[in-house]
């Protein structure tokens, strides 16, 4: 098992650039998710996806859009990338527990940066 | 949105020394989960508490989940080189709408020296 792998590993845009982080996951796991890490700041969630088709917006959405359009992947894409999407970004998937547990396995990330 | 106040955000120790650090929220959470972070890869669950006033180890590491319910530590003891990282608390929500959303706290960057 691969687990969450994320590509690319390192890109650089220009501002105004469009782009699209792929995520995937061989764990059959229904949840995944985009989060966005910042020094000092924790990572914080930019969307999720309960389920291969749907997708819901998280604490930070603007300027991304997503799509899972197969169960395996949840794709990130920045349509017009700027200087304050600079980040490191993770992607992770879940599973429900019978006792309301999720837990998330995490990619190794994507460090993007706009110039 | 919900706010996790992680502290220290960070610690320079010597190996061998015990190592605390704790998360306060101004919101109430049904699950604090503490996860380590090793340079240039994706976080790992390292404990998850259920239960408020649950006490859980592993191995070395010891997390309480606050009565409250609005807190949690992590303690490390006898710390060695390989404990180098980043720890994140994190809390979860209820099950139902939740959907395993996580709020994390800003992290506490750990160094040991040998």
């Known amino acids: 098992n691969a687990g969450v792998t994320q590509t690319p590993k390192f890109r650089v845009l220009k501002t105004g650039q469009s782009m699209t982080l792929l995520c995937a996951q061989d764990?059959?796991?229904?949840?995944m998710y985009w989060y966005r890490q910042d020094p000092g700041m924790g990572l914080r969630l930019i969307h999720y996806?309960?389920?291969?088709?749907?997708?819901a917006k998280g604490e930070v959405p603007d300027g991304y859009n997503v799509s899972r359009l197969k169960k395996q992947n949840f794709l990130l894409g920045l349509e017009s990338a700027a200087p304050s999407q600079t980040s490191v970004y993770f992607c992770?998937?879940?599973?429900?527990?019978?006792?309301?547990?999720?837990?998330?396995?995490f990619g190794p990330g994507t460090r993007l940066t706009v110039t | 949105g919900q706010q996790l106040n992680q502290s220290p955000q960070s610690m320079f120790i010597q190996e061998g020394e015990d190592v605390s650090m704790n998360c306060t929220s101004s919101?109430?959470?049904?699950?604090w989960l503490w996860y380590k972070q090793d340079p240039g890869e994706g976080p790992v669950l390292l404990i998850a508490l259920y239960k408020a006033g649950e006490l859980t180890s592993n191995g070395r590491l010891t997390a309480q989940f606050g009565i409250t319910r609005k807190d949690s530590f992590l303690n490390i003891s006898a710390s060695i080189p390989s404990d180098v990282g980043i720890y994140f608390c994190a809390g979860q929500g209820a099950g139902g709408t939740s959907y395993g959303k996580l709020t994390f706290g800003q992290g506490t960057i750990l160094t040991v020296h040998p």
């Open positions: 996806s309960v389920g291969e088709g749907t997708t």
């Open positions: 919101s109430i959470f049904n699950t």
């Open positions: 764990m059959n796991h229904e949840y």
């Open positions: 992770a998937s879940s599973y429900s527990t019978s006792v309301g547990f999720y837990e998330q396995y």
